[in-house]
T-cell receptor, first 114, second 111 residues
Framework: EAGVAQSPRYKIIEKRQSVAFWCNPI?????LYWYQQILGQGPKLLIQ????????DSQLPKDRFSAERLKGVDSTLKIQPAKLEDSAVYLC????????????FGPGTRLTVL | AQRVTQPEKLLSVFKGAPVELKCNYS??????LFWYVQYSRQRLQLLLR??SRESIKGFTADLNKGETSFHLKKPFAQEEDSAMYYC?????????????FGKGTKLTVNP
């Protein structure tokens, strides 16, 4: 079984620029999560999708971050414009169903904002 | 508010020694706890969950609701156990379910 795929693996941009991350979850997994992991901290949930609908985006900075999951499979997370404090690893995870399933993580995208 | 605390940022032991990684939580609901591990250059992966009550790679963890703890233990540490360990709490609120992670403990097992 292929794992969660993410791209790019690394991205360096200057502040005020835009950036997008892509995630392909494990086939058949209905729930998809985006986490932000700042250096020295644990992952923090940004947004959660159930199929193509948003379940929880309470911790997503909506003035600059957006995410979509068209067709309930792949997902894209965008930051526009980026700030220095957005430097972090962005993790995508998926689980088979909404409740009670284990989450499987992708390798992450390391973003550096200069 | 829900919170997971891992008091040790770094933990260093010698091979063959016992190891205990501490985790405390704060949650008003019925807790479900997990330990995730990240080996060098690998992705975050589930190590064990308290409801399974199983031993993975020699590690065990018991949920103590009285002390609100879920410490990870292994009687004899191996060099390959060196990794980042994260304790996580599954939280249900407002119809959604999410994981709240601690800040992690970096375990180093010395030869």
């Amino acid at each position: 079984e292929a794992g969660v795929a993410q791209s790019p693996r690394y991205k360096i941009i200057e502040k005020r620029q835009s950036v997008a991350f892509w995630c392909n979850p494990i086939s058949g997994h209905a729930t998809l999560y985006w986490y932000q992991q700042i250096l020295g901290q644990g992952p923090k949930l940004l947004i959660q999708f159930q199929n193509n609908g948003v379940v929880d985006d309470s911790q997503l900075p909506k003035d600059r971050f957006s995410a979509e999951r068209l067709k309930g499979v792949d997902s894209t997370l965008k930051i526009q414009p980026a700030k220095l404090e957005d430097s972090a690893v962005y993790l995508c995870a998926s689980s088979f169903r909404f409740s009670g399933s284990s989450q499987f993580f992708g390798p992450g995208t390391r973003l550096t904002v200069l | 508010a829900q919170r997971v605390t891992q008091p040790e940022k770094l933990l260093s032991v010698f091979k063959g020694a016992p190891v205990e990684l501490k985790c405390n939580y704060s949650y008003s609901g019925s807790p479900e706890l997990f330990w995730y591990v990240q080996y060098s250059r690998q992705r975050l992966q589930l190590l064990l969950r308290h409801i399974s009550r199983e031993s993975i790679k020699g590690f065990t963890a018991d949920l103590n609701k009285g002390e609100t703890s879920f410490h990870l233990k292994k009687p004899f540490a191996q060099e390959e156990d060196s990794a980042m360990y994260y304790c996580a709490l599954r939280v249900t609120q407002g119809g959604s379910e999410k994981l709240v992670f601690g800040k992690g403990t970096k375990l180093t097992v010395n030869p």
